[in-house]
């Protein structure tokens, strides 16, 4: 699988021009959570709609794509005039009839008759859908590259950003690791403070002060959370390394990861942690936000 990473907003641009036709093609998109395209083009491109539609789809797997498709005909004699004699024999019968009938005089003449409504009409010539579909397919798929291009250089500083959050991330998961054990430790000083307090001179019981640090630390506890956080972590990064299609599979690492921030700040019990909790919660919803913008 290719190791390349997309971003999902991008632009691409295409023309190609010969004493024919001229066809310009451009593509445009935009976060979607699933892959739409929005073919912008002239009727007379209709027929090829599906195979755009499929060609499109070999450059991207997610976004809001509109494809912007113009087109020039330069053939002379691509359209020619047809002459449509029982409508106008109608015509002149028409006004034969009414200068009968008011005796009025009739001054219908060849100019005026050929300009009355469908006497004469332009019609386009056949055109060659295979050859036309080889000229345009050509086109859009030079746009298509030069559009994937885009993305992928987008894509590429999306991965440096991810990755730098990250590290990030993991530091402050690090600090809340460290933290904990000197948590206990000043639990147990205060709680055997508090004990001698109340207590005065009489023998304090270690076991009972032991059990009550017991019941503490695995309150506290985030052992299991902060395994997951780094677990997550390196998923990520792992994913971030294979590239392409990866936008879902990073959403749903970054929600698992904010689960675990949420138990961690729940759990804290002391400032800096509680501190270090809201770091972490922050830096999740920073690369939240930007796996939001890979495909």
């Not at 028409?94 to 219908?108: K, Q, V």
């Not at 804290?268 to 501190?275: F, H, I, P, R, V």
């Amino acid at each position: 699988m290719s190791d390349k990473i997309y971003s999902m907003t991008g632009f691409g641009r295409a023309e190609a021009q010969d004493e024919r036709r001229k066809i310009s093609v451009e593509l445009k998109s935009v976060n979607h959570r699933f892959l739409e395209l929005n073919v912008k083009a002239p009727k007379k491109f209709s027929v090829f709609e599906s195979k755009i539609r499929a060609l499109i789809k070999e450059y991207a797997q997610r976004g809001k794509i509109d494809i912007f498709i113009t087109y020039e005909d330069f053939t002379e004699g691509n359209a020619t005039l047809k002459y449509h004699p029982e409508l106008a024999k109608q015509y002149v019968d028409c006004a034969e009839e009414i200068e009968r009938f008011f005796s009025i005089p009739n001054d219908l003449t060849v100019s005026k008759l050929m300009n009355l409504p469908d006497v004469l009409t332009m019609e386009e010539q056949e055109m060659d859908e295979e050859e036309l579909w080889k000229d345009l397919e050509k086109v859009i798929r030079d746009a298509a590259e030069s559009f994937r291009h885009a993305r992928n250089l987008e894509g590429e500083n999306l991965r440096v950003d991810l990755l730098t959050k990250l590290d990030e991330l993991e530091a402050n998961v690090d600090r809340v690791i460290e933290r904990e054990p000197q948590i206990i430790a000043d639990y147990r000083q205060r709680l055997e403070e508090k004990t001698k307090e109340l207590l005065e001179d009489s023998q304090i019981e270690e076991s009972r002060i032991a059990a009550e640090v017991v019941l503490f630390a695995d309150k506290i506890c985030t052992d299991e959370e902060t395994v997951r956080l780094k677990s997550h972590i390196g998923n990520m990064r792992d994913t971030l390394a294979v590239g392409t299609g990866i936008g879902r599979k990073l959403d749903f690492l970054a929600q698992e990861m904010n689960r675990e921030a949420n138990t961690i700040l729940s759990k804290a019990n002391d400032l800096e942690t509680s501190n270090t909790g809201v770091d972490l919660k922050t830096c999740i919803e920073k690369i939240r936000e930007q796996v939001q913008n890979v495909e």
